[in-house]
């Protein structure tokens, strides 16, 4: 999904830098380079990338991070997905 974005400022992703210990783990999971490390701690780059997988949240070892998943696009995007399939499925005359 290169060059995704969603509504502007609406994202629920937080990052309390002060806690950071600046593994870099949220650069490895985010599918969206919402992160970026300046020099020991992550910061958020591109907060309008962020579909709240909580890919992020998840794997902060220091707790750092917060993102309400499900909330936002990303639940919309898979939702959308299931549909598409199931409607495929429906009409295709294959097997259910």
């Known amino acids: 999904m290169k060059g995704y974005r969603y509504l502007s400022g609406v994202t629920t992703l937080a990052l309390r830098q002060e806690v950071c210990v600046g593994c870099g783990r949220c650069l490895e ?7 970026a490390l300046d020099g020991t701690e992550a910061r958020i780059i591109d907060r309008d990338a962020c579909m709240e997988c909580g890919a992020c949240a998840r794997n902060c070892p220091a707790a750092a991070i917060t993102v309400d998943s499900g909330v936002g696009c990303a639940s919309g995007l898979i939702n959308e997905w299931l549909q598409e ?4 499925r429906v009409g295709s005359g294959c097997c259910s």
Not at 85 to 88: A, D, N, Q, V, W
Request: glycine share 0%; net charge positive; with cysteine.
């Open 85 to 88: 399939r199931k409607l495929r």
């Open 29 to 35: 999971v985010c599918p969206h380079r919402v992160f």
